[in-house]
């Protein structure tokens, strides 16, 4: 952790106000020089604080009104500005975000591939997601986790359009 704190100079990091992995969007938006984030799925904006701490434009959106208003408080907490959208009332803007990540969000949505293809939408030209894909089981102490293969979502990336970057691992 030490190496990637020195590396990356985060002082959300040091603080413990972020997990480390979290630090792979920084260093993703700074090599490739984005600009416009979406945190989709945000909940709690760990992700857009460490990038709006970065200078970028942030933009928060989950269906929770609980964990917007936690974000929101913890950006305003900060002195930061995010922009925030219920994702129960509001659409995306198309081709604005230069960086979106859907992190630990997929295996909570109905259908994943129409997740994708709007967030392909949302994307500017030359744009990146991040995202992973969690499958399990079916448990009804988590009836929240919906996906039960990666494999049929991973077969139809490329369908949407996306080119493979680099994979990226929080593990």
Do not use: C
Not at 16 to 27: K, M, S, T, Y
Not at 85 to 112: F, G, I, M, Q, W
């Amino acid at each position: 952790r030490e190496q990637l704190v020195g590396a990356v100079g985060e002082p959300a990091l040091e603080q413990g106000e972020a997990p480390a992995w979290n630090a792979r969007l920084l260093l993703l938006a700074r090599a490739h020089g984005a600009r416009r984030y979406l945190d989709f799925g945000g909940g709690v904006g760990t992700n857009g604080i460490l990038l709006a701490r970065e200078g970028l434009d942030v933009t928060v959106a989950d269906v929770s009104d609980v964990l917007q208003r936690f974000a929101r408080w913890r950006f305003e907490r900060r002195g930061l500005h995010a922009n925030f959208v219920d994702l129960k009332t509001t659409s995306l803007e198309p081709a604005r975000y230069d960086l979106v990540s859907a992190v630990d969000v997929l295996e909570h949505v109905a259908d994943p591939i129409v997740t994708l293809r709007t967030l392909h939408e949302t994307l500017a030209p030359g744009g990146l997601l991040v995202f992973d894909l969690i499958a399990s089981k079916a448990d009804s102490d988590r009836p929240f986790h919906l996906l039960r293969s990666k494999y049929p979502i991973r077969a139809s990336v490329r369908g949407l359009g996306f080119e493979f970057v680099e994979k990226f691992q929080k593990y």
